[in-house]
T-cell receptor, first 110, second 117 residues
Framework: RKEVEQDPGPFNVPEGATVAFNCTYSNSASQSFFWYRQDCRKEPKLLMSVYSSGNEDGRFTAQLNRASQYISLLIRDSKLSDSATYLCVVWVGGYQKVTFGTGTKLQVIP | GAGVSQSPRYKVAKRGQDVALRCDPISGHVSLFWYQQALGQGPEFLTYFQNEAQLDKSGLPSDRFFAERPEGSVSTLKIQRTQQEDSAVYLC???????????????FGPGTRLTVL
């Protein structure tokens, strides 16, 4: 089993739709979780950190489920500009490596 | 302010050549990471520096890969005797705090696209 797994998609959704992605991780000792966004042929950029209590930033909501070892990202009222690949990132702690998922591609359609 | 910069942006090498990829992190950032990203994949961790100390090199795929950060700022990733499977985008990222601090944002450079013929 991969350390961090994501559905690669693509998820094709119409503008205004709500879409959700999950990311599962294998190491129960994982401490920190993030969602990064990567546009085509660009570098990844932090979208949001994922806190145990869940967090929201505008149209974006991130959740952590430690019992089932997954994190989720919910995007409401999708915009064309949301089209990108969304990377799940997990860090175990100490000086362990940071692990990226393969990414989930989202395409918002007019 | 200036972000993370990488050079060259594109590099074409013949199989067997040595290449050196440079990363200039954000000034004052303690942590520096190198990643390899193949087409359609997420970034794969290669190595991590805290200042000049290379604390984790578990992701380097072979002994042909070598990284250094001698003065705790600029870093160089060197690949010796390049192979076709080395073709990828090499991303550098820096963060302000030591990785042990946990929740720090990584700021990525634009990457170097390496093509080995």
């Amino acid at each position: 089993r991969k350390e961090v797994e994501q559905d690669p998609g693509p998820f094709n959704v119409p503008e205004g739709a709500t879409v959700a992605f999950n990311c599962t991780y294998s190491n129960s000792a994982s401490q920190s979780f993030f969602w990064y966004r990567q546009d085509c042929r660009k570098e990844p950029k932090l979208l949001m950190s994922v806190y145990s209590s869940g967090n929201e930033d505008g149209r974006f909501t991130a959740q952590l489920n430690r019992a089932s070892q997954y994190i989720s990202l919910l995007i409401r009222d999708s915009k064309l500009s949301d089209s990108a690949t969304y990377l799940c990132v997990v860090w175990v702690g100490g000086y362990q490596k940071v692990t990226f998922g393969t990414g989930t591609k989202l395409q918002v359609i007019p | 302010g200036a972000g993370v910069s990488q050079s060259p942006r594109y590099k074409v090498a013949k199989r067997g050549q040595d290449v050196a990829l440079r990363c200039d992190p954000i000034s004052g950032h303690v942590s520096l990471f190198w990643y390899q990203q193949a087409l359609g994949q997420g970034p794969e961790f290669l190595t991590y520096f805290q200042n000049e100390a290379q604390l984790d090199k578990s992701g380097l795929p072979s002994d042909r890969f070598f990284a250094e950060r001698p003065e705790g700022s600029v870093s160089t990733l060197k690949i010796q005797r390049t192979q076709q499977e080395d073709s990828a985008v090499y991303l550098c990222a820096s963060s302000l705090a030591p990785k042990g601090a946990g929740t720090d944002t990584q700021y990525f450079g634009p990457g170097t696209r390496l093509t080995v013929l």
